[in-house]
């Protein structure tokens, strides 16, 4: 269930067609929104555990907290879709009121159910954000548990310590409350709403390049971590200004991220922004090294750069990894040109935590090499091995 469990959804853009096609007059550009963000907290306990809803309510607040400090929505709209519990859930309608300099989250529509993890049901909720606020462009924020591209029905020993020190899903608590990341891209095709400005996920380990290429076709650009998040998230106040733009500022928000938790007591954290239209070139160049370069057995797994807390690893640095195959030098030069490409911000603080080790405290590790993204084809992990040859990636690069 863990996986991709941010059961997710929204993004795109509007057809400028469906706000007034019918009309003799012209469209005023300026009266439109020009971004909705859809912030998706989706329910991450069990049917007795609340899971991160503490943590998700704070994000909530720190949202509002930077529209007030940038005195309103400036020509766009935020709402929120978030999980009372495991069949109970509201979407909001963050609304600014410039008398008391203050944001109300208005309810829009209440939902049954485990609406948030089916395809149908995303779609469902997709609609809803379009229709109660249209715009230009869309963007979607998601706050949960994750575990990258893996496949919630290839987990049967899943790790069983659930703690609250990462955004790391411990315990398989509730099957219901599970979606894949292809049940999220079924979701926005569906809706018929277009590509996401951006997906950001708050959530941990989903910063590989088999979740970037299964969301190529539904979003510009995805924002990740390729290690756990905190239990905290991500500092939205801080990193409001550059998320709620018509044009968002990527540097800033990964240079923004870093900066705040170096300035912690828990500087653990890498994040990058990928630019998701350049996968299909990027799979090209990989395609090629794959026909020619295999990974030596004599090359040790932990010479290349983890970055996970799971035993075997499951996630190593991409970067790392190619080098590791040795390829010649055109087609290195090659796939590095193609990565500046790709990878259009990361970075990272000196260590990442991992709740999956060390007891109460977690466990920290180095953190040497981190190009934006990580890869699971060198895992010696049964998850990996039963479900990456399943994914879009593996069988565009193979």
């Not at 990928?274 to 090209?284: F, G, H, P, W």
Request: aromatic residues 12%; hydrophobic residues 35%; proline residues 3%.
């Amino acid at each position: 269930m863990m996986k991709k469990l941010f059961t997710l959804l929204i993004i795109g853009i509007l057809a400028i067609c469906s706000l007034g096609s019918c009309s003799d007059e012209a469209l005023d550009v300026e009266s439109v929104n020009k971004q909705t963000i859809l912030a998706f907290y989706p329910w991450t306990g069990g049917i007795n555990t609340s899971g991160l809803k503490a943590d998700l309510a704070n994000n909530v607040d720190s949202i509002c907290q930077g529209i007030c400090d940038r005195k309103g929505l400036n020509n766009t709209r935020v709402m929120v879709f978030f999980s009372d519990s495991y069949d109970k859930s509201t979407l909001y309608d963050l609304q600014y009121d410039e008398t008391s300099k203050s944001v109300t989250k208005v309810p829009v529509k209440t939902y049954d159910g485990t609406v948030y993890s089916t395809a149908e049901g995303i779609a469902e909720i997709i609609n809803d954000v379009k229709q109660e606020a249209p715009a230009l462009n869309y963007a979607l924020i998601i706050g949960a548990h994750g575990c990258g591209w893996t496949y919630a029905s290839d987990w049967v020993h899943y790790p069983y310590r659930a703690r609250p020190l990462t955004r790391f899903f411990g315990s398989v608590s509730y099957d219901e409350a599970a979606t894949d990341v292809s049940t999220l891209v079924e979701a926005i095709k569906a809706s018929g709403i277009g590509k996401m400005q951006y997906i950001l996920f708050d959530a941990c380990y989903m910063g590989n390049v088999e979740t970037a290429y299964e969301l190529k076709d539904v979003t510009n650009f995805m924002i990740s971590s390729s290690s756990e998040i905190l239990s905290y998230g991500l500092p939205y106040r801080s990193l409001w200004t550059y998320l709620n733009s018509a044009t968002p500022n990527y540097s800033g928000i990964v240079s923004g991220a870093i900066s705040f938790y170096n300035n912690t007591t828990i500087p653990y954290i890498n994040l990058a922004a990928i630019d998701c239209r350049q996968l299909d070139k990027l799979a090209s160049v990989m395609k090629d090294i794959n026909s020619k370069y295999t990974l030596d057995s004599t090359v040790p797994l932990d010479s290349i750069q983890p970055l996970d807390g799971f035993s075997p690893n499951l996630f190593y640095d991409l970067s790392v990894y190619v080098d590791s195959l040795h390829p010649s030098g055109y087609l290195l030069d090659q796939f590095n040109s193609q990565m500046k490409l790709t990878v259009k911000a990361a970075a990272h603080t000196d260590e990442a935590l991992t709740a999956l080790q060390g007891g109460q405290n977690g466990k920290t590790f180095k953190v040497k090499s981190y190009c934006g993204l990580t890869t699971s084809t060198p895992s010696l992990h049964s998850v990996a091995i039963k479900g990456r040859e399943k994914t879009g990636w593996w069988k565009a690069t193979h």
